[in-house]
Nanobody
Framework: QVQLVESGGGSVQAGGSLRLSCAAS?????MGWLRRAPGKEREGLAGIFTDGGDASYADSVKGRFTISRDIVTNTVYLQMNNLKPEDTAMYYCAAADGGGHCLLSQYCYDYWGQGTQVTVSS
């Protein structure tokens, strides 16, 4: 069983930055960040393999968001730069302790954090 604790959400003006953190207890094979905006489906943003560090990004955030991990603390981060109002959503950390190579779909993950709200004003 993996437990995930997120932090770092908040409100920011367009063009600003935020960094989300997700601390995992237990072994993880891969971790990712997804979001759900009001009235929209959950969207995969970025994912990373815990050991190798290979990452993937959704086109909507490529070049603006960076996922990274700290193996020692078993923590994954999402650095979000040049935020836009359309980035406003509830952001979720997710993890899996096994599985295949997918990283961006919600179906890639078995464990979920509680979510943290990100609000970007214009």
């Amino acid at each position: 069983q993996v437990q995930l604790v997120e932090s770092g959400g908040g409100s920011v003006q367009a063009g600003g930055s935020l960094r989300l953190s997700c601390a995992a207890s237990g072994h993880t094979y891969k971790m990712g960040w997804l979001r759900r905006a009001p009235g929209k489906e959950r969207e995969g943003l970025a994912g990373i393999f815990t050991d190798g560090g290979d990452a993937s990004y959704a086109d909507s955030v490529k070049g603006r968001f960076t996922i990274s991990r700290d193996i020692v603390t078993n923590t994954v981060y999402l650095q979000m730069n040049n935020l836009k109002p359309e980035d406003t959503a509830m952001y979720y950390c997710a993890a899996a302790d096994g599985g295949g190579h997918c990283l961006l779909s919600q179906y890639c993950y078995d464990y979920w954090g509680q979510g943290t709200q990100v609000t970007v004003s214009s």
